[in-house]
């Protein structure tokens, strides 16, 4: 069921350790199939040196193993209320990786101060507020997602033009078009994140600033949108 996609999957996990975004068994990456409604998803606590494309978890939108012979990650519910509330992704990714989770754990949003941030993330990345103790008890990977999805709605943030939250004591979740395409957010983030806190290191005075809006829309509209122009077309 789902070869494709798992094998998918599977190179988009394996790519977080090459890209020294996790260490141990720490992250995952899922992909969803829109036709069926089905999830692919990392399983949880499998080590990335043995982990195999078959090992995979198939799982539906409410978070129930439809196929595989291990337990989906434990950050399953999270990826599939992403899934529901944002119709638009086809990947999720979380990570422990330390610079985004440095912004994540003082409860700070990741500033767009430059161009490399600005050609992936249209403004700030949020950080979304960590949960109450009766959110934890209820269904703690559930209501992080709930929690991503409601911040960007109170924000008014297109979840498409910010593919990224940084979850508060927590750490990062990224999505995107795929799952490749969801973790090369994830490299994303943590590259701009490691440049954040160098900047503000070398001029602390830019705290609560950011690039201007007429840098930040040129930079992003020209590689998103109707007019980009950044790149290749295939003739």
């Known amino acids: 069921m789902l070869e494709e996609l798992k094998e998918i999957v ?17 992250g995952n990456v899922s992909g969803i199939d829109r036709a069926s409604g089905l999830v ?12 195999k494309a ?22 399953t519910p999270t990826h599939v209320v992403l899934y529901k509330a944002f119709p638009e992704i086809g990947g ?9 989770v440095s912004f994540a754990q003082a409860g700070r949003e990741l500033p767009a101060y430059g161009t490399t941030h600005a050609d992936y993330f249209y403004g700030n990345v949020p950080c979304v507020p960590g949960l109450t ?9 559930r209501n992080t997602g709930e929690s991503i999805v409601r911040h960007f709605a109170k924000l008014g943030i297109d979840p498409m033009a910010v593919p990224a939250a940084l979850c508060q004591f927590h750490g990062p979740f990224t999505w ?15 590259v701009c994140s490691q440049m954040a806190v160098h900047a503000e290191q070398l001029n602390p005075e830019i705290r609560g600033k950011h690039i201007p809006q007429e840098i930040l829309d040129k930079h992003y509209f020209r590689k998103h ?4 122009y950044y790149g290749q077309t295939k003739k």
């Not at 692919?40 to 982990?51: A, D, F, L, N, R």
């Not at 999720?92 to 985004?100: D, G, I, K, L, Q």
Request: hydrophobic share 40%; net charge negative; charged share 25%.
């Open 225 to 228: 949108g109707a007019n980009a």
């Open 176 to 190: 995107g078009t795929d799952p490749h395409d969801a973790v090369h957010n994830a490299m994303v983030l943590e």
């Open 10 to 26: 599977f190179r988009a996990n394996m790519e977080l350790p090459e890209k020294k975004l996790v260490i141990d068994t720490w």
């Open 54 to 75: 078959e090992d995979m978890v198939v799982v539906d939108l409410d978070g129930n193993v439809v196929e595989g012979d291990y337990r989906p990650s434990s950050d």
């Open 133 to 141: 103790k009766e959110e934890i008890e209820a269904g703690y990977e």
């Open 92 to 100: 999720v990714v979380h990570t422990h990786s330390p610079w985004a």
């Open 40 to 51: 692919v998803i990392k399983p949880s606590g499998v080590p990335y040196e043995t982990m």
